[in-house]
């Protein structure tokens, strides 16, 4: 389990540059509040969604994130297998933030300068 139970999640998959009619998006959004999905195409919301969150919702990811064994260490010594500087491919982004500070946060794809290939 991890120290403090994180206060949100961010999940975003952006999709390989496709044509629109086949170019989706994902958001994933998670805190104690509420769930948001979005679904967009080249910035153009096609769906969206909200529920509000089970009470337990936050404790249960961080069990969950414990059991898993991800941390920051682990997700730090594994970003270089992760990194992909092809350009054209989808994109994975995960950020996890504890009392409004992130606590992990990667992604699947780097620039050659290193920089993230995604805004958070």
Known sequence: MLAEPITQL????QDAAVPPPYHRSIDIRIDAEKITLVV???GSIL????????????LKISNW???CGISVKSWADASGEFNDKTTGNGI????????????????????????SATDG
């Open 40 to 42: 967009d195409s080249y």
């Open 47 to 58: 769906a969206k969604t909200e529920q509000d969150s089970p009470s337990d919702i936050m």
């Open 65 to 67: 994130i414990g059991e």
């Open 10 to 13: 961010i999940y975003r998959y």
């Open 92 to 115: 994975h982004f995960l950020k996890i933030m504890v009392q409004g500070k992130p606590i992990l946060e990667g992604n699947t794809a780097a620039h050659d300068a290193g920089e």
